[in-house]
């Protein structure tokens, strides 16, 4: 494919309106939202565990239970980053579409 084939019409440097836009940025997005809500969850597993009075690990610093936490993050990001981009991205796409 080359990389004219992508372009709207008349060269205006749009991409199309097609699903692989929506496909890229949805898989970048689900990798960094798995990290991303994994991180955080542990941040809040931390928190958590010195609220609670739970000791982490002295070798490693892990605070207690941060694989359960670290699981359910990664879950909610892998899921909410890219819906949301996604959603913002049609609807951005939607109003311009809407103003020609």
């Known amino acids: ?4 084939d992508n372009l709207g019409p008349e060269g205006s440097g ?3 309106e097609g ?3 929506y496909l890229g ?3 970048v997005t689900a990798v960094a939202g ?3 809500g994994g991180m955080i969850a542990v941040l809040i597993a931390k928190i958590v565990g010195a609220v609670s009075g739970c000791h982490a ?3 490693t610093g892990a605070p207690c ?5 670290w699981t359910w993050g990664a879950r909610i990001g892998l899921v909410l980053l890219p819906t949301i ?3 913002r991205m049609r609807k951005v796409r939607s109003a311009s579409r809407n103003s020609e």
């Open 1 to 4: 494919m080359r990389d004219t």
């Open 25 to 27: 940025v949805g898989c």
């Open 34 to 36: 798995l990290f991303g």
């Open 65 to 69: 239970g941060w694989n359960e936490y």
């Open 85 to 87: 981009v996604i959603w």
């Open 57 to 59: 690990e002295a070798e």
């Open 19 to 21: 699903v692989w836009p």
């Open 14 to 16: 749009q991409t199309s």
